[in-house]
């Protein structure tokens, strides 16, 4: 900070349920922080663009600069896959021989099934969150359950399954060097060393982030929920897995809570019972620091909406 070029990124993470208003609680802080002269980065994987509605700008797979202080970027989730497919899966794919070891729902052999497309991109927010160019990054749509696994992934790595593979690969690879100098058969490229290179990048890549997540000094991780039960339930359960893998909870943020209107009796009624599951909230979760934002009639998007979030959230 001290006019040395290098800074400490903070993180910022958003989960919660589809529809408690993650993306809109994201963009407005992202906002926040860039009029406040942070160079901010928001990223997305969700392959509706929900950032574009939310900012009502086309942003899209390459970060792009929406306004002084302010980048944001989708990643294409589809594409994140193919990519990860192309590098890492072949490898893992190889190894028959660590079928059976309980180890295909963690890694996806197949590659097929729908979690595959989740790791690819959290794999792209690790390597957002290697960049030094950015004050503030953040994270619309926190890793969790599923996509926490791939956080094991050193740790298997570093066991003698780990070792098998990377005797195997190195023992592949050493075969190939020597198909290629041999006059006969074909000569492919040595791929399958690379293998080894790209599981140990993909590794170091983790590790750092496992190390970042669980730092409250750089990672702020947010629990956004909306004052009913189901809400309620599924933020528990977040809060569970996310201790597993010890990474803090920061705060929690109860959206959409509904203002008082005496001449509505509807609305007089669902308040009623918002507040009495805003209690449980206060109580479930009181060792953490709470927010609370009013449900609007507007929706939250436009840099005048979400400027207004933001204030409703850090003044
Ligand atoms: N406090 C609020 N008042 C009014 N509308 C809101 C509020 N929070 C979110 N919304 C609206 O609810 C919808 C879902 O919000 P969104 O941020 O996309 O949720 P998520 O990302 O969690 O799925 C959006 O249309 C958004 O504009
Ligand atoms: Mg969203």
């Not at 990124?9 to 349920?17: E, N, R």
């Not at 094991?152 to 790595?157: A, E, H, K, T, W």
């Not at 690879?173 to 041999?182: A, Q, V």
């Not at 000569?187 to 690379?194: A, E, V």
Request: proline content about 4%; hydrophobic content about 35%.
């Amino acid at each position: 900070m001290l006019g040395l070029g290098k800074r400490e990124t903070q993180f910022y993470l958003f989960a919660g349920k589809g529809g408690v208003g993650k993306t809109s609680i994201a963009a407005a802080t992202a906002l926040h922080f860039a009029n406040r002269g942070k160079k901010t980065l928001i990223i997305s994987t969700d392959p509706a663009h929900s950032l574009s509605d939310s900012f009502e700008t086309k942003i899209g797979g390459e970060i792009q600069k929406l306004r002084k202080n302010l980048f944001a970027v989708e990643i294409d989730p589809k594409k994140a896959m193919s990519e990860y497919k192309e590098k890492i899966m072949p490898q893992i794919e190889k190894l028959d021989f660590l079928k059976g070891l309980g180890l295909e729902d963690t890694f996806d052999f197949a590659g097929n099934t729908p979690g595959i497309d989740e790791m690819a991109a959290f794999d792209k927010f690790l390597q957002y969150m290697q960049s030094k160019d950015y004050d503030i990054i953040i994270f619309d749509t926190a890793p969790t359950g599923h996509t926490l696994r791939f956080l094991s992934l050193p740790d298997v790595l570093d066991s003698w399954v780990g070792k098998m593979i990377n005797i195997r690969l190195k023992f592949s690879g050493f075969i190939n060097t020597f198909k290629k100098i041999l006059p006969f058969g074909e000569t492919k490229k040595d791929d399958q060393k690379l293998g080894t290179e790209q599981l140990e990048v993909i590794k170091e890549r983790i590790e750092q982030a496992r190390k970042i997540l669980s730092d409250k000094e750089k990672t702020h991780f947010n629990l956004v929920l909306i004052p009913e039960a189901m809400s309620i339930y599924e933020s528990e359960r977040s809060l569970n897995v996310l201790k597993e893998y010890g990474i803090p909870i920061e705060t929690v943020v109860v959206n959409q809570l509904i203002p008082e209107n005496r001449k509505c009796p509807f609305c007089t009624e669902k308040r009623k019972l918002q507040q009495e599951r805003t209690k449980e909230i206060r109580n479930k979760f009181k060792d953490y620091k709470l927010m609370e934002i009013p449900l609007h009639k507007e929706e939250v998007k436009g840099f005048g909406m979400l400027e207004k979030v933001g204030k409703e959230l850090y003044s």
